[in-house]
């Protein structure tokens, strides 16, 4: 898996997601995804559309970013998951915590960042 910054300044923290969140993709990306998400503490979009298949860890790994991010009173917008990832997300509840939309507007509009 690759983790490619898109947008990383005072207001926001925006990241897409290309390839495979499992165990081998996940390897050394895990602190990575971590210090992008939770270290921040900034609103934050994560951009799945190339996320081609998310397991159990990569899962785990929204939760706790999400967990972290809510204590600091932040939110984060999951954008456009292909419908696998999107059906693996809402199976496991993972959609109670974290939005989750197909457009940037409505993230930006979650998020409080809307134009």
């Known amino acids: 898996m690759q983790i490619n910054p898109i947008r990383l300044d005072e207001q926001i923290t925006h990241i897409a997601l290309v390839g495979r969140m499992d165990m081998a993709g996940l390897q050394g990306n895990d602190i990575k995804f971590s210090g992008y998400l939770a270290a921040r503490r900034k609103p934050s979009i994560v951009d799945l559309s190339e996320l081609e298949f998310i397991a159990s860890l990569g899962l785990g790994l929204f939760f706790s970013a999400a967990n972290t991010l809510k204590r600091h009173q932040v939110k984060i917008v999951l954008l456009q998951p292909r419908e696998?990832?999107?059906?693996?997300?809402?199976?496991?509840?993972?959609?109670q915590a974290v939005a989750?939309?197909?457009?940037?507007?409505?993230?930006?509009?979650?998020?409080?960042?809307?134009?």
């Not at 457009?103 to 509009?109: I, N, W």
């Open 100 to 115: 989750i939309t197909h457009s940037m507007d409505e993230a930006l509009r979650i998020l409080g960042l809307a134009a």
């Open 84 to 95: 696998m990832v999107e059906k693996a997300i809402r199976t496991v509840g993972l959609d």
